[in-house]
């Protein structure tokens, strides 16, 4: 799905009321039926809403809403905040609304705290939506901090009040903090960084029927990875293939008490698809890697730690797992560097590796490559920023300059590609969060390289995946209990969803 900038939704609502040939006015009606058939399948008749409404056209969604929960016997209040002139479409809705009820509206003009608002009310703010320019302050501010203090169930129609769909508020702003957020249309890009997303709650996507046309005919480098993605990704195997058809994966780390890591690397990548799996690790690892994957053949480098990298022809490799930092694998990884022009994936101490190094040893790494930071190993590689918005953009710029696909893994995993785009992954939960669990990721995306799947491919899909098996971990178990080999073991349901029947 197509992430939009404040701009290019304000031209999406413009394009679609002229294709398909709507009021604006019918534009909003249709918007708040929308927010009113979502509330009307949760909440009960004998639920009350309390709707604060702006003076611009998220206030007047607010106002066709109360008005439409009314008319199916529905308990609502709107509250207007009229600092200034309403928009026309906004004016019309509180003629439309008073005709209902006029006793269902209420002006605020001062102090927030004469409102009651009953403990079991479910508040909705509809004060301002993608049209914020600025910070709140005043009466809005007033009554935004109020209304977070209270224990009432809170729904933001189409974007928490104080919100930018572009930007991040400064720590100090007051933002109306949600259980749930109805977002028209599509996802706003601030809801995929920790400072504005902690204000959003549960976000559900409306559709309120924008155009097609315009979401298909317009440019953006912001993405979501979704179900749709991975499927449009996913490629069913040959029934004529053999093990040689899907490739070779050959995972490279382990070390003397970090064997664990290479093992959970391999067979993800196994699991994943690869036709054969070699681990090259330590010699300490033999026993274990033999008896813990017996699918998958071992190449010793050193003894307790790697001092060597074969460079092999027709493999895919993942390096860094369970690496350790040791001089030894350090100068084998910068000698690999070195002789090794082909693309592979690097994680963990390998990034740091080259951390450690990064003038010399960050232009060698081949373009194509695929490097799987967590933040702080970014950190380490490019430098502090003051926040996630920026470190999205450092990591974007930092994809095109050295033509490499960079994966910001957190909660809302960023893929940046060489060509400068950005997706935001959409699976995926707290409880991946445990030791192993980007391991796992390493594996699963060497095993869809060595298949064939292109560096891109295999980059969005096995990110997918990744947070998708968490996801079917999860609910079979606590987030708590989820560990990383529950991620590998249920792989193979996350390809059956994204499969076609
Ligand atoms: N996209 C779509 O397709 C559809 C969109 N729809 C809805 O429209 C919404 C966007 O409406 P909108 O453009 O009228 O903006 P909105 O946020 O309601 O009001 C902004 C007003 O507030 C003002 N203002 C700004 N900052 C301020 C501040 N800090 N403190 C005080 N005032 C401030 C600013 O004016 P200013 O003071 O700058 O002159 C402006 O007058 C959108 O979120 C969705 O709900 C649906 O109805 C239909 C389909
Ligand atoms: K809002």
């Known amino acids: 799905m197509k992430i939009f900038s404040s701009t290019q939704i304000r031209e999406w609502d ?34 009350y809403f309390y709707i604060f409404c ?73 004060l301002f939506g993608t049209g914020l320019n600025r910070a709140l302050n005043g009466l809005a501010k007033e009554i935004i901090e109020k209304i977070n203090l209270l224990p009432n ?46 204000y959003t709650g549960v976000i559900n996507v409306l559709d309120i029927g924008l155009s097609k046309d315009f979401s298909e005919s317009n440019e953006t480098t912001f993405f979501t990875l979704d179900e749709v993605t991975a499927r449009s990704l996913y490629k069913p195997r040959n029934p004529f293939g053999h093990k040689g058809t899907y490739g070779t994966a050959v995972l490279v780390g382990g070390s003397y008490g970090k064997i664990g890591a290479i093992i959970l690397s ?23 890697a033999q008896t813990s994957i017996p699918e998958a053949m071992f190449i010793a480098a050193g003894e307790n730690f790697i001092d060597s990298i074969d460079i092999m022809e027709d493999v895919v490799r993942g390096i860094g797992p369970g690496l350790g930092t040791e001089p030894a694998s350090r100068i084998a990884l910068e000698s690999f560097l070195r002789n090794n022009h082909e693309p592979f994936v690097i994680d963990a101490d390998g990034l740091n590796i080259i951390a450690k190094n990064k003038e010399k040893l960050l232009p060698l790494i081949p373009e194509g490559s695929i ?33 490499i696909y960079i994966i910001l893994k957190g909660h809302r995993t960023q893929i940046c590609t060489p060509e400068g785009a950005c997706y935001f992954n959409l699976s995926g939960n707290a409880g991946m969060a445990t030791a192993g669990s980007g391991d796992v990721l390493t594996g699963i995306i060497t095993g869809l390289l060595a298949q064939g799947y292109s560096a891109k491919e295999a980059t969005l899909l096995g990110v997918y995946l990744h947070g998708l098996s968490g996801d ?11 560990i990383a080999s529950d991620i590998i073991d249920l792989l193979g349901q996350a390809f059956l969803r994204i499969s076609p029947e």
């Not at 927010?35 to 008749?45: G, S, T, V």
């Not at 933001?156 to 919100?163: T, Y």
């Open 153 to 198: 169930k809170k729904i933001a129609i189409d974007i928490p009040s104080g919100l930018f769909p572009d930007k991040l508020p400064n720590a100090d702003d007051a933002c109306f903090s949600s259980d749930w957020t109805l977002s028209f249309q599509t996802y706003k890009r601030s809801f995929f960084y920790p400072e504005a997303a902690k």
């Open 14 to 47: 413009v394009f679609t009321i002229q294709e398909q040939g709507l009021s604006s006015h019918e534009l909003m009606e249709r918007a708040a039926r929308t927010c009113f058939e979502w509330m009307k399948k949760r909440f009960l008749r004998e639920d």
């Open 54 to 126: 702006g003076t611009g056209n998220n206030g007047g969604d607010g106002l066709a809403l109360t008005r439409l929960l009314l008319a199916e016997g529905f308990c609502a209040k709107a509250f207007l905040l009229q600092e200034k002139e309403l928009t026309i479409d906004t004016q019309k809705n509180v003629v439309l609304l008073r005709k209902v009820s006029s006793e269902s509206l209420f002006i605020i003009e001062k102090e927030i705290s004469i409102i009651d608002i009953p403990k079991n009310a479910i508040v909705i703010d509809a």
């Open 371 to 403: 490097i799987t930071p967590h933040p702080k190993e970014f950190e380490r590689l490019f430098g502090r920023t003051n926040n996630s918005l920026e470190r999205n953009e450092l990591a974007i710029a930092k994809s095109k300059e050295h033509k």
């Open 472 to 482: 079917i971990a999860a609910k079979k178990n606590a987030q708590e209990a989820l």
């Open 266 to 288: 391999a067979k993800a990548a196994l699991r994943a698809g690869a036709g054969k799996v070699f681990i090259q690790a330590p010699h300490c690892g033999y026993t274990i």
